[in-house]
């Protein structure tokens, strides 16, 4: 056994270590590096592809548009990106990702072991919110109220592709969503928002419920974390397809908000009667056509949180900054939230957080927060309810995930391929990125596949289209899933 003396020793110098490695963070972050950052696209650099004569799924049309634009990474990175094939191995099981990439999922979190990750995570993330005061103006963009429900609208921020006589273009309007309790205060917004309606696009970008000016309006009205907010999303679809200008919408999310995109097309697709949608919050959801087809452009997901219940779970115990920056953060937007809306002290609980807001909610009855996570969830958990929602999907989908993500870890991605089977849900694993620091990382390539995903000329959409000699036709979602739709897998 070591003595008093040497063990006093060696806690001092643990002490000392502490201090010198605090310091060297502390002026990291002085730097600016850690401060978010605008990315505007450059349009000489988004490269687009030729139109596809032959019929694709989404999962093929990933593999061309990658091979054309994977030259805008790194030679190192060009070598390691995974596409939704490369995940799985001969019998369809997923692959050790982090060994892939020469991670360990244990130490994303560390500023000394993934400095890269942390600070392309932080750059297109910002604090500061537009609650008490709407979000500076865009060029090109005007403040819009979209009703949803009764006695409900949100707010968003609509810009529109014009032509050279200032008349709105006929095309496509792509959604974008904000991140966990976020608004348009996000220079990420505004920055792709504004490139894509450069490219011909209308773009709008949306506060949710319990958001930024949705927030000031209507103070009572709660967050419920995606469960109905995402019923909202394809209301906001029917509110755009009615505008003359608008051909189809695309959904583009970001974290939290990306597991909405990937909802989005579940609940346009699922079966109206669907075990996993609790018979409380379908009447709670607002009125939605389901004789049509929403989001018929795409969705994109980037950097998802396909095992956010288990992120929840990390958020039950307290968090240093220097430690765990990631965690800390988020567990300081949850206290921000719950001293806002004049909650108990929830000490970073997210759990708690969701709890409180769904007991202000139409979600308030007793199993309602355990329905929510049924709802919510993408993944396997535990022994939970479970089903692969994405077979569901009736328009592309495309998840775009960074190895070195300090939240959500680029394994589960893989995972997530080996029980979602439906061809029109791709995904990419790139080597950096961080979590959803894309555009801080590689903007070229990601903003080169965004654009051409939602090009109805050269997007998956488009080849599918042409697949059906034509636009696709509604159709009604099966009114059954079968008596096994509840076992997990």
């Not at 769904?358 to 309810?385: C, I, M, Q, W």
Request: aromatic content about 8%; charged content about 25%.
């Amino acid at each position: 056994m070591s003595s008093p003396a040497l063990r006093n020793g060696l806690s001092r110098n643990s002490t000392i270590l502490g201090l010198i490695l605090t310091c060297l963070f502390i002026a990291v972050l002085n730097l600016g590096c850690f401060a978010e950052r605008s990315f505007p696209f450059r349009p000489d650099r988004i490269k687009l592809l030729p139109p596809s004569d032959q019929p694709e799924t989404t999962r093929q049309w990933l593999r061309r548009a990658h091979d054309a634009l994977v030259h805008k990474l790194d030679d190192d990175d060009e070598e390691l990106a995974l596409l939704t094939e490369d995940m799985l191995d001969a019998d369809g099981n997923p692959i050790d990702v982090m060994s892939h990439f020469d991670r360990d999922d244990k130490t994303l979190h560390s500023v000394f072991d993934n400095l890269g990750g942390l600070q392309h995570t932080a750059q297109v993330t910002g604090t500061t919110e537009s609650v008490e005061e709407p979000a500076p103006a865009w060029d090109g963009f005007e403040d819009v109220w979209i009703p949803i429900d009764d006695g409900i609208q949100i707010q968003a921020r609509l810009g529109l592709a014009r032509d050279p006589l200032g008349n709105p273009k006929n095309a496509n309007c792509i959604i974008l969503l904000p991140g966990l309790l976020g608004d348009n205060m996000r220079l990420r917004s505004r920055d792709i928002a504004s490139g894509l309606r450069d490219y011909g696009f209308h773009a709008i970008s949306l506060e949710l419920r319990g958001h930024g000016q949705t927030e000031a309006k209507y103070p009572e009205l709660p967050y419920n974390f995606g469960v109905l907010e995402t019923a909202d999303l394809l209301v906001v679809d029917e509110w755009l397809r009615r505008k003359p200008y608008v051909k189809k919408t695309g959904i583009i999310g970001f974290s939290w908000s990306a597991n909405s995109a990937l909802l989005a097309p579940y609940e346009d697709g699922r079966p109206v009667d669907d075990p996993l949608v609790a018979p409380e919050i379908r009447t709670a959801m607002p009125p939605i056509d389901r004789t049509q087809r929403h989001f018929e452009a795409g969705a994109v997901a980037l950097s998802p949180c396909l095992k956010f219940e288990e992120i929840c779970d990390g958020l039950e115990e307290d968090h240093d900054y220097v430690v765990n920056p990631v965690y800390h953060s988020l567990q300081s937007t949850v206290n921000l939230r719950a001293t806002r809306k004049g909650y108990p002290p929830m000490n970073g609980s997210l759990r708690a957080l969701i709890a409180h807001e769904f007991s202000r909610s139409p979600l308030k009855y007793p199993n309602a927060v355990a329905d929510g996570y049924t709802y919510l969830r993408l993944s396997p958990y535990k022994n939970e309810p479970f089903r692969s929602k994405l077979e569901h999907a009736r328009v592309p989908v495309l998840i775009v995930h960074g190895s070195n993500d300090p939240l959500a870890y680029a394994n589960e991605v893989a995972e997530f391929f080996s029980f979602t089977k439906n061809p029109n849900v791709a995904g990419v694993i790139l080597n950096e990125g961080g979590h959803d620091g894309f555009a801080a990382y590689r903007r070229d390539y990601i903003y080169s596949i965004i654009v051409n995903f939602f090009n109805e000329e050269r997007g998956p959409d488009a080849v599918e289209a042409k697949k059906s000699n034509g636009p696709k036709k509604s159709s009604t979602p099966p009114t059954s899933t079968g008596p096994s739709a509840m076992q997990p897998l």
